[in-house]
Every structure is written in C-alpha cells, then in structure tokens.
C-alpha cells in the first residue's frame, strides 16, 4: 500500500511567525540541527517554510496529529543532494518498516513537499 502527503507552505507565513516569535516558534517546531541548518541561508525562511511543508506532508502521508511529530521528523541531508527524513520517537514508531521519502522544492514565495509511504 502507498499513502502520499503533500503541503504548500506561504514563505511569507512562516518568515512572519519568526520574526514575530523567533526562537519559541523555531524550537517549537524544528530540530537544533534544523535550525542550524536553515539559519544565515541566504533565502533562511524558504529553508524553514519547505521543512515545515514536509512535517506536514509526513503527517498527512500517515494520516496523525502534526503536531505529534514537530521534532520527531527531521529533514536531513546526506551525501547525496537529495534531503531525507530522519524519525525518531513516535514518528518512527508509526513509520515503522515503511519506507519513506521526500521531495521538495521552493521558490520566494511558496514551498512544497510531497511525502510517500510505500509498504
């Protein structure tokens, strides 16, 4: 069985709720290493706005509460360009064997990201 997620993400929405809560809503919602990631990119709220679209295409994908696995789903990078979703937690736990996978993409204005889980 596959079961498919997808999200779209105003960048505008999410440069806003930094600047409005800054470090509470980063650590509300994202992994240190995400931040890490993402902060002094030079396009820093896209980085965000496509990791948060992915969460959510994860949850969706596994039909669960999103804001179950804020922290437990991480997009990580390997040596490939290619990002992947690291879990841990609950998210592994519904996860379980499936295989995952994610695919995303942004402009200045919208980031998107499709999750599919495959049996």
Not at 54 to 76: H, I, M, Q
Not at 80 to 109: E, N
């Amino acid at each position: 069985m596959v079961s498919v997620g997808v999200d779209i993400v105003e960048v505008e929405r999410i440069r806003r709720a930094i600047e409005r809560f800054g470090p509470q809503f980063l650590d509300k919602i994202f992994t240190p290493a995400e931040i890490a990631y993402c902060r002094g990119k030079a396009r820093e709220a896209e980085s965000f706005a496509v990791r948060f679209a992915a969460k959510e295409a994860f949850a969706k994908a596994l039909k669960v509460g999103k804001a179950s696995v804020w922290k437990e789903v991480e997009v990580t990078r390997s040596e490939s360009p290619r990002p992947t979703l690291t879990l841990k937690g609950s998210a592994l736990a519904l996860a379980g064997s499936r295989r995952i996978d994610v695919s995303m993409s942004h402009i200045p204005t919208y980031a998107v990201a499709v999750v599919l889980v495959e049996d």
